[in-house]
């Protein structure tokens, strides 16, 4: 003698085989959704699920199926159920899976205003470690959609941005992130502050030109120029005097006097 037991199963989906790539299983619909069963503690005590299996090998349209409703132990093996006191409410169901292409799509960032970042500041980069991600859809969205842009305006910046855009809000109608994708990007904007530095170039290494044989020049009162640079730090700590051209055109200079020169130099 053994007591009967009722329960109810939700009825899962196997998907046996592999979609085409580039495809995916974006909803799956199951009429009906539950099992009961009625069977001796025995048989129930080994059910730990119920399920339907479909063939989903190389799809790439929707598919709508039927299949025996099966009963697996908790390890997935299939049980073998022969006993005839056991009683279900349905041997069969109607499955229906929504198959969408998956594409990887690219994050573009663009930057506005990376000229007009604070003065004494210096835009340098961009930093983004999400470089795709993957969108779900029909076919002919996908096929017109060529990338996301993350959009910037630095104006005035004075230091790192840091900014967090939702993928979803740049997605058209009918695209949708793919299962296990990031809902979100996190774009870090480097804004450095500039520093400077002064050199004197001596007479020496100065080039003057249009200067007259019947005139000599002195350059201030120690005869140097000094030129101030302004940078990045770690650039400015790799230059030397020999890394400065400073030329000086006297040729507007037709007799004794001082006069003041913008002199041009090149780093």
Known sequence: VEE?????????VIQAGELENSYTVSGIAV????????????I??????AAVQVSVDGATDNISASGEVKFYRANGEELEITD?????????AEVSLTVVQTNQIPIVVQVTGQDDVAQGYKYITYQCETQTVAVTGAKSLIANFDNITLEADLTGASGNI???????????????L????????????????LATRSLRIDREQINM?????????????????????EGLSEDLEQVTNHDISVTIDVSAIDGAGVYQIEPEVTV
Do not use: C
Request: proline share 5%; charged share 25%; aromatic share 6%.
């Open 178 to 193: 793919a299962e296990g994708q990031p809902e979100t990007v996190e774009v870090v904007f480097q804004v450095e502050q």
């Open 209 to 229: 030109t249009g200067t007259d044989s019947n005139l000599s020049y002195q350059l201030g009162t120690d005869n140097t120029v000094t030129v101030v640079l």
């Open 84 to 92: 005839e006191r056991v009683q279900v409410s349905t041997e069969t």
């Open 44 to 49: 129930m005590d080994q059910i730990d699920h």
């Open 4 to 12: 009967m037991q009722t329960r109810e199963f939700d009825i899962e």
């Open 31 to 42: 009429s009906p959704g539950k099992v009961r069963v009625t069977a001796p503690e025995s």
């Open 162 to 176: 840091t900014r967090t855009y939702r993928i979803s809000d740049y997605l058209p109608e009918g695209l949708e």
